[in-house]
């Protein structure tokens, strides 16, 4: 049976354009194809409409062709195959083979077993599988796929294939397949679509550019940023392509067979090139340096240590009753505990520091290890693994490094953690006020104009060396995230030695992604610390610095640059691995990029660490971050694809669904993130008329993103304000968990967790309460639509305007009033002493008469409503009628430091007076 494929017209598949990804595009050809060999087979038997799924079977085969050739599994050779079962009228065979190629892939059997799809063992539609017990998939030996570039011929892709196979020994600790491809463009397309592909070997020989046209592939090209490929000569080919491996995936091993030299090439930059090989076809080697490279991935020194230190017999004669689990094997009432969690985590459960086990406060040993594999899995000089948050983390940092009297920038909506560790270490705060979305009763991020505003005042002021940190959100609860190459390159032009914090306690996944990498911070400071050293850099400087501004408009509205001689990257970031990542509760990481941290640092972030970490760290927290960690090395790349692909198609869902449509809306990119910060001009990822928008561009270029993992929904449009929709219709009522929200929103946050069956119950979930919606409103009363609609309009036009900080006062203003700068902590504890503190209550007017008669009122401690989850008052700050009208106008019921019954708890006028005669 042949066809050309152009005199198909039964298409039973959505057009590749439909799809975010080509791993998307291929799973649904897949899908489909599984679905017309089943009708083909039957319709075979039946002898009729042969001709007609035929021609369909075959349209598919040729949308699938040029993405097989990326991947091992089934590979070309099984393809080709399958085009030959087809074209032979074996559909019985041909459908066989099809059916378990699907079960294989979408199960993921494949990578633990073998999948026979020749031969006489498809007489036998049995599929082992359907038999696989857990522990049979614990201990079967990982899989991945091998890459080479070459361009071979078939029988010499065939030979290579035979060779790599009859290295393999029964003790090996993994298995893989190759994958061939031609050119450098085609290995840069494979590397970013298949997240089996672990290793890369570089040939010589290949060519630069791919034959494939797929629109849905070659957009990946664009990944790899402003790279001139054009000019470059065959003999630069391997050297380039490792570097852009390595800018693209820097978790690949890469190897280089080269025909020239080795000593010519081993002194060059080849990005994360392990080895190289001069014109070698010695497998023996390539087999076993792929082998050592993968396992230095899957090393987790702590979780190993822990899991031979449960197999010991002990003797427990300190603390910790539990350890061994003997406290609940000799109860007559707790045994319960004992079956729900399994003997597993009580043989674990020490206090024990010795053992082959290691200290958290005082690491020498797996600990310590698996610190530094965790650098190097995040691009850090030095990670820390902390067991009670990132809350701790962020405390720890500061306090490290700000003394009393520093000045530190932050967002005045940053996590409460920063805000009592500022009040610890003594700094004198300037307050930053991140744009308002009032629409959404949110706030988005700090414009880089306005940081750049403050630091040049400071400057003006005489107050730029007492200038420590910039401390910001990367990326919001809602998603927004900053260029932080920009942010800190032009802050770095006029306070070179200010330390950054960035609070990435959402976005530790991002590392693990090409186009998120490039906004985070150790990428940025690696980045941005080679660039200074450059030659390149410095002719570019000198270039700029003979026309660079110095006045401050002009220094507002160009782009700064710092000096190379006197610029120091120091760089710090904290993530909450638990939240984005695979760890227990609570398990977080520092990770350091500080020119100056050995020799300034180091000892005061030492006491730091040992102030705020228990001296009795849980173990199990901390293996988890260290089989965490060696998950997103080895798969981070694929659990984060899939990631952004399942936010992908919820958005699509909810924005295309015409019942939806009418109560709900997924906030765009224009909705979050306005236009003067997006030089790119994309405002939305997916809309009816253009597709597809990729988030490359944006994300290369302007000063603010959306993260498409955050989805925010609008609840407006039913009536229902987010926090009532969140806990009585989603959590309660349908099981859904759900974080944020605002007056009028919700927040869903797909994570490395979640499936497409997870959307997809979601979307039924939210049809069923659009269809609850619809039935209540059609049995309304004239007086219940009436009702109705105002509660409408309440949530979606009567929105309180969200209030900037006002100001600190000048009782609290650092150096006699000189900045804005306050300080918190004389504040804070001066709230001590309860005689100086009285209370107003919101309803009233008794606080609006004080006002208005003259008097500041000053807050004396936090008031944290939730949501919005920040701080809209501080210790110190002076009360306007903007904040008052804020809070009055709130309905939420959960609002920290404040107490109904009482009202605000505020500074009385005599303990103000008293400080200014002080």
């Excluded at 489909?32 to 087979?41: E, F, G, I, K, N």
């Excluded at 073998?114 to 359907?130: F, K, Q, R, S, Y």
């Excluded at 298949?194 to 070659?218: A, M, S």
């Excluded at 690491?363 to 902390?386: D, N, V, W």
């Amino acid at each position: 049976m042949k066809s050309d494929k152009s005199n198909s017209t039964n298409r039973i598949q959505a057009p590749a354009d439909d799809h975010y990804s080509a791993t998307q595009l291929r799973a649904d050809r897949w899908s489909a194809l599984q679905d017309v060999s089943q009708r083909l087979a039957q319709a075979a038997k039946d002898k009729k409409g042969v001709k007609r799924l035929a021609e369909q079977a075959l349209e598919i085969l040729h949308d699938l062709e040029p993405i097989e050739m990326f991947w091992a599994f089934p590979g070309r050779f099984v393809f080709d195959r399958l085009i030959l079962l087809l074209n032979a009228d074996e559909f019985e065979d041909f459908a066989r083979v099809v059916r378990r190629i699907v079960r294989a892939t979408s199960s993921g059997y494949y990578r633990r077993r073998n999948v026979p799809l020749i031969g006489d063992d498809l007489e036998c539609d049995h599929t082992p599988e359907e038999e696989e017990s857990p522990d049979a998939r614990a201990y079967a030996r990982p899989y991945f796929e091998t890459l080479f570039v070459d361009n071979m011929t078939a029988p010499q892709e065939k030979s290579l294939r035979a060779s790599l196979r009859s290295m393999r020994q029964t003790e090996d600790p993994f298995i893989y397949e190759p994958v061939v491809v031609p050119s450098l463009e085609d290995a840069l397309i494979a590397v970013m679509i298949n997240h089996n592909i672990q290793v890369v070997i570089v040939r010589f020989g290949f060519d630069l550019r791919t034959q494939n046209r797929l629109k849905i592939l070659t957009q990946y090209l664009s990944r790899i940023g402003d790279e001139n490929l054009q000019d470059l000569e065959p003999h630069e080919y391997g050297p380039k392509l490792c570097r852009l491996m390595y800018k693209v995936r820097p978790e690949l091993d890469l190897y280089l067979v080269t025909d020239r030299g080795v000593e010519d090439i081993a002194g060059r930059d080849l990005g994360n090139c392990r080895r190289i090989f001069y014109n070698t076809e010695d497998f023996t080697e390539l087999h076993l340096n792929t082998l050592r490279g993968v396992s230095a991935r899957y090393e987790t020194p702590f979780f190993s240590a822990l899991k031979e230190y449960s197999k010991k017999p002990t003797g427990v004669f300190h603390a910790l009753p539990i350890s061994r689990g003997k406290s609940i094997a000799r109860s007559h009432w707790i045994q319960d505990m004992g079956t729900f969690y399994g003997p597993n985590i009580f043989l674990a459960e020490t206090s024990a520091t010795s053992g082959g086990l290691d200290s958290l406060l005082e690491p020498h040993g797996p600990i310590k290890r698996s610190q530094e594999l965790a650098a190097r899995a995040f691009g850090a000089k030095q990670t820390y693994f902390a067991t009670n948050g990132t809350s701790t983390c962020n405390k720890i940092v500061v306090q490290a490094l700000i003394q009393p009297g520093d000045i530190v920038l932050v967002d005045r909506d940053c996590h409460k953690s920063h805000h009592y560790g500022l009040v610890l270490s003594g700094a004198e705060v300037v307050y930053l006020d991140s744009y308002p979305l009032h629409s959404w009763s949110m706030y988005g991020a700090v414009p880089l104009h306005d940081i750049k505003k403050q630091l040049l005042e400071l400057k003006a002021a005489g107050e730029l060396d007492r200038v420590r940190m910039l401390l910001l959100t990367n990326c919001t609860f809602d998603g927004i995230v900053y260029n932080v190459e920009r942010v800190m390159e032009e802050c770095l032009a006029i306070k070179p030695d200010l330390v950054f914090l960035w609070d990435e306690a959402w976005f530790a996944f991002a590392r693990f992604s090409p186009t998120y990498r490039q906004r985070t911070a150790m990428h940025n400071a690696e980045m941005l610390r080679q660039r200074y050293r450059s030659d390149e850099y410095r002719a570019a400087y000198e270039k700029w610095a003979k026309t660079a501004p110095t006045d401050t408009e002009g220094m507002l509205t160009s782009r700064l640059m710092p000096d190379p001689d006197t610029v120091r990257v120091r760089v710090y970031a904290t993530q909450s691995t638990h939240k984005t990542l695979t760890s227990l509760r609570q398990g977080s990481m520092i990770h350091v990029h500080d020119q100056d941290f050995r020799g300034e640092v180091e000892q005061a972030f030492r006491e730091a660490y040992m102030t705020h970490t228990s001296t009795s760290p849980n173990y199990q927290i901390i293996a988890s971050l260290d089989v965490g960690r060696r998950q997103v090395e080895l798969e981070g790349f694929e659990f984060v694809q899939k990631q952004i692909e399942a936010a992908m198609v919820m958005r699509r869902a909810i924005s295309t669904h015409p019942l939806l449509k009418k109560y709900f809306r997924v906030l765009a990119v224009g909705d979050l993130v306005p236009a003067p910060f997006r030089a790119s001009g994309i405002d939305v990822y997916w809309d009816d008329d253009h597709g597809w928008n990729q988030l490359w561009d944006a994300w290369a270029h302007d000063e603010f993103v959306l993260d498409p993992t955050r989805v925010t929904l609008t609840t407006g449009h039913t009536g229902i304000d987010g926090n009532t929709f969140k806990n009585k219709y989603l959590m309660d009522k349908y099981g859904i968990q759900v974080n944020k929200t605002s007056r009028n929103t919700v927040l869903f946050m797909t994570n490395i967790g979640t499936t497409r069956s997870s959307v997809a119950y979601l979307i039924e979930v939210l049809v069923k309460i659009a269809r609850e919606l619809d039935a209540q409103n059609q049995d309304a009363s004239s007086m219940e639509q009436k009702a109705f609609a105002k509660r409408v309009y309440s949530l979606t036009e009567e929105l309180p305007s969200l209030p900037d900080f006002s100001r600190f006062h000048e009782a609290f203003l650092s150096h006699g009033g000189r900045t804005v700068a306050g300080n918190l902590r004389s504040a804070f504890f001066l709230a001590y002493d309860e005689r100086k503190c009285e209370y107003f209550p919101l309803a009233g007017d008794a606080i609006d008469k004080a006002m208005a008669n003259g008097r500041n009122v000053v807050s004396s401690g936090f008031i944290i409503p939730y949501p919005p989850g920040f701080p809209i008052l501080v210790p110190g700050q002076v009360i306007s009628a903007e904040i008052l009208d804020f809070m009055r106008k709130l309905d939420v019921t959960e609002i920290h430091g404040y107490r109904a019954e009482f009202g605000l708890r505020v500074f009385t006028e005599e303990a103000m007076a008293a400080l200014a005669t002080a």
